[in-house]
C-alpha cells in the first residue's frame, strides 16, 4: 500500500507541471522531427536533437491524442512515472524494503525528475532503461538466465537509439556486472565470463542495426554531436569542480540544505553504513565513477547537465540504502531484534517526506523557471 501512495504521489507532482509552456528543444523536436512521416524519422538525424524512440513515440502520441504539449510530453511522463515503481522493485529485489520505498520516495519527489517527465525529452527513458538493465543483469548473474540478458540487451540498444548518449549508462551496468562476477567467483576472468562478453556483442549488433539507416543516409556527424566530441581532457578536467557544483544545485533544488548534505553523506557513505549488499553498493560507485572518467577521456566533454541525470536515480537508490542502514542500527541499540514496527517507520517516513518535499517542489516552482532545454515563447503559435 505504502508503494502505491508513493507512486500516486509521484504522478500528481508530475501532473501539476505537466502543461507549462512549450520549452524550446521539445518544439524543436515536434517542428522538426514529429511532424515528418512517420518512416522518415528515424532516417533524417541532422542534429541530436532527434532523439529518435522518443520521437517516434511522441508520433504515435500525438496521432492518437492530438498535437498539444500534453500528448508530446507522454512518453517522459510515462517513462518519469514508470521509474518510481521500477526503483522500488529493483531495490527491494536487491538491497530491502526500507531502501526500496524510501529510494522511491527520494525519486518520486526529485525535481529534476519531475522536469524532465514534463519535458518531451528522452532522458527519462534513459534513466528508467539503466534501472531495469541493473535488475536486469543482477538477476541474470544470479539466475544465470538467458532471457534476463535480453532483457538487458533490448534495454541498452533501446536507451541507445533514444539519446546514443545511452552508452555512458550501458558502461557503467556493464562494469557492475563485471565487478559482480569478479566479487562471485574470486577471479578477474574465466570462461563463465564470457556470457558478458556475449551480451555485449549482441548490444553492438543491435545497435549498429539500429543506426545503419542513421549512418548511410546523414553520415557520422549527427552521432558524434550527440555524444559533444569537442574538447581537450585537460580543459574537461579542468572544468569538472565547477561542473559538479552545477548539478548538485540542480539535483538539490528545492531541498533545504540540511537533507541536501544529509543525502550525499548517505550516498556516499552508504557502502559503510548499508545493512544489506555494502559491498555491491560500493561495486556500483565504482562502475560509476570509471564509466564517467572513461568517458572524459575518450570523448572529452562534459556536456549539459541534463546528460547526467541518469546518476541521479543511482544516486538516490545509494542514499535511500544509507537511511535504511541508519535505521537499522539505530533500532538495533534501541531495540534489539529489529521490531516489526521499523517496516511501518519506513513507511511514514517515506510518505512524510514525498508529502513534505513535493510541497515545497509545487511552492518553488523551480521546474518552470529551469532554463535547462531552454525557453521557446512563441512555441505554442509555432
Known amino acids: 500500500a505504502g508503494i502505491l501512495v508513493i507512486v500516486g504521489i509521484g504522478i500528481a507532482l508530475r501532473l501539476a507541471f505537466l502543461h507549462q509552456p512549450m520549452r524550446l528543444d521539445e518544439s524543436w523536436t515536434y517542428l522538426s ?63 530491502g524494503p526500507g531502501a526500496a520505498i524510501i529510494g522511491a520516495a527520494l525519486v518520486t519527489t526529485s525535481s529534476p525528475l519531475i522536469e524532465y517527465s514534463t519535458n518531451g525529452r528522452g532522458y527519462t527513458a534513459l534513466c528508467f532503461f539503466l534501472v531495469a538493465m541493473l535488475w536486469a543483469g543482477r538477476s541474470a ?43 562471485a567467483q574470486h577471479r578477474l576472468w574465466g570462461p563463465d565470463f564470457g556470457i558478458l562478453v556475449r551480451t555485449m556483442i549482441a548490444l553492438a549488433i543491435a545497435v549498429g542495426v539500429l543506426y545503419v539507416p542513421v549512418f548511410v543516409i546523414n553520415g557520422h556527424q549527427g552521432v558524434a554531436d550527440a555524444v559533444h566530441y569537442h574538447n581537450a581532457a585537460s580543459v574537461q578536467l579542468e572544468r569538472l569542480p565547477a561542473f559538479a557544483k552545477q548539478i548538485g544545485s540542480i539535483w538539490s533544488r528545492d531541498y533545504p ?41 575518450v570523448v572529452s566533454d562534459l556536456g549539459y547537465p541534463r546528460v547526467w541525470l541518469f546518476v541521479l536515480p543511482l544516486f538516490l537508490i545509494m542514499a535511500a540504502s544509507g537511511i535504511e542502514g541508519l535505521l537499522q542500527r539505530v533500532a538495533a541499540v534501541i531495540y534489539p531484534g529489529h521490531p516489526r514496527f521499523l517496516g511501518l517507520v519506513y513507511v511514514s517516513i517515506a510518505v512524510g517526506r514525498s508529502l513534505g518535499v513535493g510541497k515545497t517542489v509545487v511552492r518553488n516552482k523551480s521546474v518552470l523557471t529551469s532554463q535547462e532545454t531552454g525557453v521557446f515563447l512563441g512555441a505554442q503559435a509555432a
Open 33 to 95: 522531427y514529429v511532424r515528418l512521416p512517420v518512416l522518415l524519422i528515424p532516417i533524417k538525424y541532422n542534429a541530436p536533437n532527434n532523439q529518435i524512440l522518443n520521437t517516434l513515440l511522441i508520433k504515435l502520441s500525438v496521432t492518437l491524442f492530438g498535437n498539444s504539449p500534453e500528448a508530446i510530453r507522454l512518453p517522459a511522463f510515462l517513462f518519469g512515472v514508470g521509474l518510481i515503481p521500477l526503483c522500488y522493485g529493483f531495490v527491494r529485489s536487491w538491497i
Open 141 to 183: 548473474i544470479t539466475t544465470n538466465r538467458r532471457e534476463a540478458w535480453a532483457i538487458v540487451v533490448a534495454c541498452a540498444a533501446l536507451g541507445t537509439y533514444t539519446i546514443p548518449i545511452m552508452l555512458i549508462p550501458a558502461a557503467t551496468a556493464f562494469l557492475w556486472f563485471y565487478f559482480l562476477m569478479v566479487r
Open 257 to 297: 540544505p540540511y537533507l541536501a548534505w544529509c543525502l550525499l553523506v548517505l550516498a556516499v557513505g552508504s557502502p559503510l553504513i548499508a545493512y544489506r549488499c555494502r559491498d555491491q553498493l560500493a561495486l556500483l560507485a565504482a562502475a560509476t565513477a570509471t564509466s564517467l572518467l572513461l568517458y572524459l577521456l
